[in-house]
């Protein structure tokens, strides 16, 4: 049977919770795995021939209990050195755009690789997923598994041949014409919408400190407050515009709008955007509200899929990826968010957080229908802007 279809952003996915601690960066095994050693931990597995994953129950699944015996079924099957390595038919995603973008495309790569009962790998570049991200568990690193051995022969466990296997690499979206969506399906199921990113993707320990202290309270005694994000995207230095100049001021009237409708509500409001003097200007514009606490992440790196190898590697600059990725989970805690039009980074981040949708409001560039400074794909949002702004 083949299937033809568009998996977009929105497409979603229960993850399970990591069966290690998320401090290591080691490879995680199912829970039938025999260690002997610091370096050597491999499943007990059985000499089977391949066959793919296959998953029982009803159509709506059931996300934990699918992906627990997923991940089972992944490492018995990796390890297997009984399977020839040709026969283990996989999916490996590498992702291609930024950080929202590729978050929702891995998303619609796993359920195909479930769909099609294969083994799933991740080719996160140009740093290793543990640097933002809790490990999965199961050994979904590609450059990990490609260098596991037999160690009886030094045969390889895991060769993927895209020409023998169509479908094994996919690179940012599936389009409709992706050769793995022609693929037999062998699990026929359905996934629940929201809950994808919210368990799959999940920060790093390292991350969630940056989380905790950017939202701590000054005091136990400080009242609770009503978080809200101001989501800031510009564009500027990307080949796309989101916003023209100066229109990070219409987030502040937006936000002062809303504030009035909620008299005697205390605000925590989160703001972010890629362009630091445009952040510092919307939090000099909020410093004299009455009853808004104003919180921001200073020298964070907006477009963390962009760096060189080497850039990679820094110290400072893994520093300043962690923050953008504390950013991301920060945004969706929050409860009102005010959004750029366009920006996939805010649109999942809010998605993942499951903000309500009357409580998500995309604020256009103020030149979307006239003259732009440079290039933008993007057309107004409808409306333009929120009613509750009273912009126009």
């Not at 992702?95 to 796993?110: E, H, R």
């Amino acid at each position: 049977m083949s299937r033809k279809c568009c998996l977009t952003i929105a497409t979603v996915l229960l993850f399970c919770e990591c069966l290690a601690d998320p401090n290591t960066t080691e490879d995680i095994v199912a829970d039938n795995s025999v260690c002997e050693g610091k370096d050597s931990c491999q499943p007990d597995v059985t000499a089977d021939a391949w066959v793919p994953f296959r998953y029982k129950g009803a159509k709506w699944v059931d996300t934990a209990v699918l992906l627990k015996k997923y991940a089972r079924w992944h490492n018995k099957t990796l390890y297997d050195a009984e399977i020839p390595c040709q026969e283990k038919l996989s999916v490996v995603f590498k992702p291609n755009a930024g950080l929202g973008d590729s978050f929702g495309a891995i998303t619609g790569a796993f359920i195909e690789a479930v769909k099609t009962g294969r083994l799933f790998f991740i080719n996160w570049q140009p740093y290793p997923w543990t640097v933002g991200l809790k490990p999965l568990s199961f050994l979904y690193e590609y450059a990990k598994a490609k260098k596991l051995t037999d160690p009886s022969t030094g045969k390889p466990l895991l060769c993927v041949d895209e020409a023998r296997a169509p479908g094994s690499s996919v690179e940012g979206h599936l389009h409709q014409q992706h050769a793995l969506l022609t693929q037999p399906t062998i699990n026929d199921v359905l996934f629940p919408y929201d809950d994808v990113i919210k368990t799959m993707i999940q920060p790093s320990t390292k991350v969630r400190e940056i989380m905790n202290s950017t939202l701590k309270r000054n005091s136990e005694t400080d009242s609770p407050n009503r978080l809200v994000a101001l989501v800031i995207r510009t564009g500027q230095g990307e080949y796309n515009q989101f916003l023209s100049p100066g229109d990070e001021l219409n987030f502040v009237k937006c936000f002062q709008a809303y504030a009035k409708t909620e008299p005697g509500v205390r605000f925590k409001v989160f703001v972010t955007s890629d362009v630091d003097d445009v952040k510092q200007n919307v939090v000099r514009a909020l410093s004299g509200d009455e009853g808004v606490e104003v919180v921001t992440l200073n020298e964070s790196n907006v477009h963390v899929m962009h760096l060189s190898k080497d850039e990679a590697k820094d110290k400072i600059i893994r520093d300043k990826l962690r923050k953008t990725y504390a950013e991301f989970f920060l945004i969706g805690k929050c409860e009102v968010l005010f959004l750029t039009h366009g920006s996939l980074f805010g649109r999942t981040a809010a998605e993942q957080g499951g903000a309500r949708e009357n409580d998500m409001h995309y604020i256009s560039d103020s030149q979307c229908d006239g003259h732009r400074e440079k290039y933008s794909y993007l057309q107004c949002h409808k409306p333009k802007y929120p009613k509750i702004c009273q912009l126009e």
